[in-house]
């Protein structure tokens, strides 16, 4: 046999194995993925989770599991999925608390945001400035008046440092005076404000809700740039003058050095997903609102955030540990 012929037999015995390598690499996931949560099972977190892992598992045809790993400010689950072997079948429940937050507020983590390769938001939600009835206050500037008047008076309660955060930053921008109390959860924080314990809370929407139906609250204000559908009476904070915008967030991410495909591959089933009508729906009802972005467009957030809160804790002296 001729050389000239040789090579053609030669071509044609590797083309299945040169056809097979990306046919493998393409095959995911051909097995179940699970999205670990750092939050308790029933809080909102963890609902938006198992929505989208239910939708997921339609469309990435595989079973996608939420697994609770509960831990102190979500630590102990974002240090796991850190840990995880990037290949896309372990995932981070990330929230803007782990990963914007924590690296302010902890001299010491077993995890760093650079362990995690963004994938896509899944959602954001403004929080809610409530004050209690009884007080002589009906918006924002009067609010602030009060504190001003009556600084051995006023105070709020807050559950997380990231709400605490947020609370400084919003003292820091109107001059407010409000000592601030300490609280173990949302709706606590929202209780204490309905039972007159502390002046005012900025907490998330649903236990500001809950709060509002006992008609012992009043909602002042909602932290984002445009008005919350859940509240359209209630003026955000820069309408008030206040040059403050704040959205927290929920999104997936993956551990660092996960495969650019199957970092694409996961963002577009996120893209579907929080663009069904249904899955909308479903988030707006606990005060949230569905949204996708790129990996790009979520790496990006983060590297603003991170200083960002960074910079508020140490001005305002907050630690949480």
Do not use: C
Not at 9 to 37: E, G, N, Q, R, S
Not at 103 to 120: A, E, H, N, Q
């Amino acid at each position: 046999m001729s050389k000239s012929r040789a090579w053609p037999i030669a071509a044609l015995a590797l083309a299945p194995m040169l056809l097979a390598a990306p046919a493998a690499h393409a095959a995911y996931p051909d097995k179940p993925v699970t999205i670990v949560i750092g939050y308790a099972a029933g809080g909102g977190n963890d609902v938006l989770a198992r929505i989208m892992a239910e939708e997921m598992s339609k469309g990435l045809k595989q079973p996608v599991i939420v697994e609770n790993r509960a831990g102190v400010a979500s630590i102990i689950g974002a240090a796991y999925v850190a840990k995880a072997k990037p290949d896309g079948y372990t995932l981070f429940w990330g929230a803007s608390g782990p990963i914007s937050f924590n690296p302010g507020l902890y001299s010491k983590l077993p995890y760093s945001v650079d362990d995690f390769k963004p994938i896509s938001l899944t959602a954001v939600f403004p929080l809610v400035l409530i004050a209690n009835a009884e007080l002589p206050a009906k918006n924002v500037a009067e609010l602030v008046d009060y504190s001003k008047a009556h600084p051995d008076r006023a105070n709020y309660g807050s559950s997380a440092a990231s709400f605490q955060l947020v609370t400084e930053l919003f003292k820091a921008k109107t001059g407010a005076s409000f000592a601030h109390i300490p609280y173990k959860g949302s709706n606590e924080s929202a209780q204490s404000v309905m039972a007159g314990n502390v002046s005012m809370a900025i907490v998330d929407p649903t236990p500001a809700m809950s709060a509002l139906q006992s008609n012992r609250v009043r909602a002042l204000g909602v932290t984002s740039a445009a008005r919350t559908e859940l509240l359209p009476d209630v003026p955000t904070l820069k309408e008030s003058g206040i040059d403050l915008d704040v959205e927290l967030w929920a999104g997936l991410l993956a551990p660092a050095g996960t495969p650019d495909d199957i970092v694409q591959r996961l963002q577009a089933e996120v893209a579907r997903v929080t663009a069904l009508p249904t899955v909308k729906k479903k988030f707006a009802a606990i005060g949230n609102t569905a949204r996708s972005s790129t990996s790009k467009e979520f790496h990006d957030l983060i590297q603003r955030e991170v200083p960002f809160w960074t910079k508020v804790a140490r001005d305002n002296d907050i630690k949480a540990n």
